[in-house]
């Protein structure tokens, strides 16, 4: 315990300890003064009792603000001691140095074989956009491709129909093959797609349908069966029979001209051939109908139950027309069994044979020329009802023929001729309709003979088409000047699409010919008389050196492209570009 003091010797204060002595005025003892008594006691039993527990403070973020760039940072309680609410402005940072401008590309359109690429410069190839990343003269893009000189920017399916076992596949190329779709993950010809090292599925085949019909538990007699809902395989019980009979439904519309003969009775026509029929209380054996019949679910030029068969025997070349049953059975057209088209808005009923066959020996179709014979061509097979009251079979090199005028019938020789089976006589107005294609080859002469390849869904197509697969061509290549010598490289497609030809020549020698040189080619197709083209062209020296350049075509000349070399020792060229025939 400190020592005792009186108060006036205190000098200083000094900490209470619990055991010191502390002097108190009690109130309520009033026997040494009515406002207290003074006494003494120790800290410690000053103490009062413990207060309740009190409520506990709380801390929350409020608002972020961002402050002027520069300010300081602060933070604001806008709540209470207890129930803080801390705001806080944080100040923007200054303003960044600008940055490197960024490379730019360059166009250079349709990747080409033997040019100069520097990095940045982008191509298109296959629909596939490519951004090349070092500096080199192009090769083979598949090489180059794996070599890491190109890498793709953007691609795209590019779509080659039904998938071919010869042909060459690229990445990114898409096919059909046994109903499902696939596209292609690496460079392959002969690996079918269903092999995984080189394609994927884009979408499987569906699950056949049964082709089942149900119908009700019970049902009316005569009445007359409806489907239950649009699209459905499921009947319902039908409708009855209205007093008018069935020639009073006007949706059973089916026309008959003459009659219905079943071998034993006549029915004189109502108009209503379902009604004629129903009438003879029993099926008919062997209908014959006559007349003409004017069809309304086949859509011009659309084929019911016809199926073209192109053969070749010895060296000749023969083109039918046959009947093709729900199971594929072929067979001669009948009356049993025809073949029904739409020609010039009518449909005709073909009921007998229909064949063409144009023997060896004759350069048909100008196939057998230099630039031609023994490449692989695609022909366009024709319906028309001609004058003379009966269809014929036609075939030809052109897609685009609407009537007899747009062939060329003087001579079978000429590239437009239309190769026409057995008639009775055509007119230049006799309507047209395009229905395939099929693919053959001309040998050259004396012989002239024909060969057809194994047809596939690519090479012999049983609808309507108007364009061809992308063609080979070796066209006659004459040099005014000094010419090139010795030819490394040459590469000659043409494709017909309608009434148009576009053609793409590539040619590369070992040494260079001098300037003021020029080049005529010979062309797959004439060109269109009254009218001049100027086709895309580049010329080089070297593969480091290209000049822009033009190839000429018409007016003049009809069968030839013109490139002239001016300004360069020329030894490749490449046109690309298409004109009307």
């Known amino acids: 315990m400190a020592d005792d003091k009186k108060i006036s010797e205190l000098v200083t204060l000094s900490p209470v300890a619990d055991d010191d002595l502390v002097v108190v005025v009690d109130i309520s003892d009033t026997t040494m003064s009515a406002t207290g008594t003074t006494k003494k006691a120790l800290k410690s039993e000053l103490k009062g009792d413990k207060g309740d527990?009190?409520?506990?403070?709380?801390?929350?973020?409020?608002?972020?603000?961002?402050?002027?760039?520069?300010?300081?940072?602060?933070?604001?309680?806008?709540?209470?001691?207890?129930?803080?609410?801390?705001?806080?402005?944080?100040?923007?940072?200054?303003?960044?140095?600008?940055?490197?401008?960024?490379?730019?590309?360059?166009?250079?359109?349709?990747?080409?074989?033997?040019?100069?690429?520097?990095?940045?410069?982008?191509?298109?190839?296959?629909?596939?956009?490519?951004?090349?990343?070092?500096?080199?003269?192009?090769?083979?893009?598949?090489?180059?491709?794996?070599?890491?000189?190109?890498?793709?920017?953007?691609?795209?399916?590019?779509?080659?129909?039904?998938?071919?076992?010869?042909?060459?596949?690229?990445?990114?190329?898409?096919?059909?093959?046994n109903g499902s779709s696939y596209i292609c993950t690496a460079d392959t010809t002969g690996n079918i797609p269903t092999d995984t090292s080189y394609w994927n599925i884009l979408a499987s085949r569906g699950t056949d349908g049964s082709g089942d019909v149900t119908g009700p538990a019970t049902n009316t007699a005569d009445y007359i069966p409806q489907w239950d809902g649009a699209n459905s395989k499921t009947l319902k019980n039908g409708l009855a029979v209205p007093a008018g009979g069935l020639a009073g439904i006007t949706a059973l519309n089916a026309k008959v001209e003459d009659s219905i003969v079943d071998g034993h009775t006549t029915i004189a026509p109502s108009g209503n051939a379902v009604y004629d029929a129903l009438l003879l209380k029993a099926p008919i054996a062997s209908p014959t109908f006559t007349g003409l019949m004017t069809g309304k679910s086949l859509k011009e030029g659309e084929m019911e139950n016809g199926h073209i068969t192109v053969t070749v025997n010895s060296g000749n070349l023969t083109v039918t027309l046959q009947h093709e049953a729900e199971d594929g059975t072929l067979s001669t057209?009948?009356?049993?069994?025809?073949?029904?088209?739409?020609?010039?808005?009518?449909?005709?009923?073909?009921?007998?044979?229909?064949?063409?066959?144009?023997?060896?020996?004759?350069?048909?179709?100008?196939?057998?020329?230099?630039?031609?014979?023994?490449?692989?061509?695609?022909?366009?097979?024709?319906?028309t009802y001609c004058s003379a009251g009966e269809v014929v079979l036609v075939y030809g090199r052109i897609p685009y023929a609407k009537t007899q005028a747009d062939f060329n019938m003087a001579n079978e020789t000429n590239e437009k001729a239309g190769i026409y089976g057995t008639n009775?006589?055509?007119?230049?107005?006799?309507?047209?309709?395009?229905?395939?294609?099929?693919?053959?080859?001309?040998?050259?002469?004396?012989?002239?003979?024909?060969?057809?390849?194994t047809f596939t869904a690519s090479n012999l197509i049983q609808r309507p088409v108007y364009k061809t697969r992308k063609l080979l061509i070796s066209p006659t290549i004459a040099w005014s000047g000094t010419a090139p010598t010795t030819l490394s490289y040459s590469g000659f497609y043409y494709q017909i699409t309608n009434n148009k030809v576009k053609i793409q020549y590539y040619v590369l020698y070992g040494s260079a010919g001098s300037t003021n040189t020029g080049a005529t080619l010979t062309l797959p197709f004439s060109v269109l008389g009254t009218n001049r083209y100027i086709l895309p062209a580049q010329i080089s020296s070297s593969l480091s050196t290209v000049n822009l350049t033009s190839c000429i075509l018409g007016v003049t000349d009809l069968t030839n492209a013109h490139v002239f070399c001016s300004s360069v020792n020329a030894k490749e060229f490449v046109i690309d570009g298409e004109y009307f025939i």
Request: net charge negative; with cysteine.
């Open 333 to 383: 057209p009948s009356a049993t069994k025809p073949v029904r088209i739409k020609i010039g808005g009518v449909v005709r009923s073909i009921t007998g044979a229909l064949s063409i066959t144009r023997n060896a020996g004759a350069n048909t179709l100008n196939l057998g020329s230099a630039e031609l014979a023994t490449k692989e061509v695609d022909l366009f097979t024709y319906l």
């Open 53 to 177: 527990t009190g409520t506990a403070a709380t801390a929350d973020a409020g608002t972020t603000t961002t402050g002027a760039a520069g300010t300081d940072a602060s933070v604001v309680n806008s709540g209470t001691t207890s129930s803080a609410v801390f705001d806080f402005t944080i100040p923007r940072g200054d303003k960044g140095e600008t940055g490197d401008n960024g490379t730019s590309c360059t166009w250079k359109g349709d990747w080409v074989t033997s040019t100069v690429y520097s990095p940045q410069d982008i191509v298109s190839i296959n629909s596939t956009i490519y951004v090349c990343l070092e500096a080199h003269t192009s090769g083979t893009f598949a090489t180059d491709l794996t070599a890491g000189k190109w890498e793709i920017a953007c691609k795209s399916l590019y779509w080659r129909g039904a998938y071919d076992n010869g042909t060459a596949y690229i990445l990114n190329d898409g096919v059909s093959y």
């Open 424 to 453: 009775s006589g055509t007119s230049s107005t006799d309507p047209f309709v395009n229905i395939g294609r099929f693919a053959a080859t001309l040998s050259a002469g004396p012989g002239y003979t024909w060969s057809v390849p």
